[in-house]
């Protein structure tokens, strides 16, 4: 049972452009969210987050959103830069307990100039 | 500042082999620690993670096991790879539990032939 979702796994975008990758989850129980972005041969590196009781957080061209009702986040990039081409893993948490992060297949974004 | 480090950085074993892989984090103190593989399609897979020493929860039936002998050492091991078990190995922290960022070491390849 997959519970954080990467329905796309790849989108290719122009330079310049706007970037949006896509997240669902299906545990409600899930209350903070996060983005990684990762190279090949490479760890993932944190991105952003988002807490629960927001809808909204912004990081320079970086900005996730989130819908709760809809259990869905997307993160937005804009202007995409051919450095952000990378694969970005959704990650969900539990504001509970110790279980780990769960994270979504990912998906490879290029950028194209 | 906290660092993480995992060696070796590439491996090449043969079917029936053992394995280990070791992680170290530096600068803090009692992390939760985790072993993640990312294998083509699948994602970033949680394999093992610690709360203390000598605690480990296994996430998903495998021939691997973990160890954690010291606070800050985290050890993937195999009595005899498979095949299947090729892949890239990321071993994590955090500090804090869940709402806290999970940092990740730079990764491991595995190639089992």
């Known amino acids: 049972d997959q519970q954080v979702k990467q329905n796309s796994p790849s989108l290719s975008v122009q330079e310049g452009r706007i970037s949006i990758l896509n997240c669902d989850y299906t545990?409600?129980?899930?209350?903070?969210f996060l983005w990684y972005k990762k190279y090949p041969a490479e760890g993932p590196t944190f991105l952003i987050s988002i807490s629960s009781i927001k809808d909204k957080n912004e990081d320079g061209r970086f900005t996730v959103f989130l819908n709760k009702s809809a259990k869905h986040l997307s993160l937005h990039i804009v202007p995409s830069q051919p450095g952000d081409s990378a694969v970005y893993f959704c990650?969900?948490?539990?504001?509970?307990?110790?279980?780990?992060?769960?994270f979504g297949k990912g998906t490879r974004l290029s950028v194209i100039a | 500042s906290q660092t993480i480090h995992q060696w070796p950085a590439t491996l090449v074993q043969p079917v029936g082999s053992p394995l280990s892989l070791e992680c170290t984090v530096e600068g803090t103190s009692n992390p939760n620690l985790y072993w993640y593989r990312q294998a083509a399609g699948r994602g970033l897979q949680l394999l093992f993670y610690?709360?203390?020493?000598?605690?480990i929860s296994s996430e998903v039936p495998q021939n691997l096991s973990a160890s954690r002998p010291q606070d800050r050492q985290f050890i993937l091991s195999s009595k005899k790879l498979l095949l299947s078990d090729s892949g890239f190995y990321l071993c994590?922290?955090?500090?804090?539990?869940?709402?806290?960022?999970?940092?990740f070491g730079e990764g491991s390849w595995l190639t089992v032939v």
């Open positions: 994590a922290w955090r500090v804090g539990g869940p709402g806290n960022t999970i940092y």
């Open positions: 610690s709360v203390g020493i000598g605690q």
């Open positions: 545990n409600s129980m899930f209350d903070y």
């Open positions: 990650a969900a948490d539990r504001n509970s307990g110790n279980t780990p992060l769960v």
